[in-house]
């Protein structure tokens, strides 16, 4: 039976009654189908009493028929109501219904995502010395911890299946990152970090949009501001590592630069240290 809502109901059950009175009190007796008056007498014949009885049995057959009747229409109005509010509803989930095939799929990404954030995390507590990348790291495994239970209970209300693993390319860059250590590990890791949360926020800004379900908008919406928080934090510690290395590529290239370039200009030598004779007479010349 398809989803009808209250005052569907309470129309329908108003359209009932009308119907059932206007049947009821139209086919009376006595109004559609009239009792026949028979002569005044005495004494009434067979033929007489055989009369009323048929027209008896006429005016309450009709009844029946009304009855029959209303109901037909009745039924009819009830499965057109039902089969109205049924399209209206058909590409919107309800509140205790399953989702629409977008919604669904947005909660299993966000299944998946929580779980590589998470493992992100956990790497960087057991491999980083840093204090900056260990005490973001933490914070993306208290916030994701909770974000994932609220996102396991929200779709268990909505009867979606979460996967359990992180995508493939998570996978492969975890695996990579396994392999790094030091600085290295910490310049790699946050710029991973960047990555994952700049594609997170994308799609839960779109799906804080355009979500059908109410309950999955709210958490969309809701999960924003921690992800936009953690990805400041990464930006500023990849952003070292950035800054680190334009410095040495400026003085790399000071350093290879023309020799004669770096030489300082000659300095101006004393009035007639270096005059040629002709020079000098004709200074002294002006002298005398």
Known sequence: MPFVPFEARRT??????????????SKLPGRSAPMPQTTPCTRRGRNDHADITLASRHAYGGL????????????????FAASGFALAYADTSTSNGKLSDSDSTFLQQAAQNGVAVTQLGQMALNKSSDPKVKQLAQQL???????????KSL?????????????????KQNKKLQGESGSAFDEAWSKAVVSDHQKAVKTFTQEGKDAKDADVK??????LPGMNEHLKSAQAIA??????????????????????????AAMPTA?????????AGAAADIKH
């Open 64 to 79: 029946i028929m009304s009855k029959r009747h209303g109901y037909k229409t009745l039924a009819a109005a009830l499965l």
């Open 271 to 279: 009035s007639g240290a270096n005059d040629t004779p002709a020079e």
């Open 239 to 264: 952003a070292i590592p950035a800054a680190r290395d334009d410095a040495m590529s400026t003085a790399m290239k000071a350093s290879t630069s023309s020799p004669m370039e770096a030489m300082p």
């Open 12 to 25: 329908i059950s108003e359209m009932a009654r009308a119907a059932n009175r206007s049947s009821t009190v």
């Open 155 to 171: 779709a268990q209300a909505k009867q979606v299946t979460l996967p359990t693993d992180a995508t493939s390319d998570a996978q």
């Open 218 to 223: 709210k958490f969309a919406q809701g999960a």
């Open 141 to 151: 495994v208290d916030d994701q911890n909770k974000t994932n239970d609220q996102l």
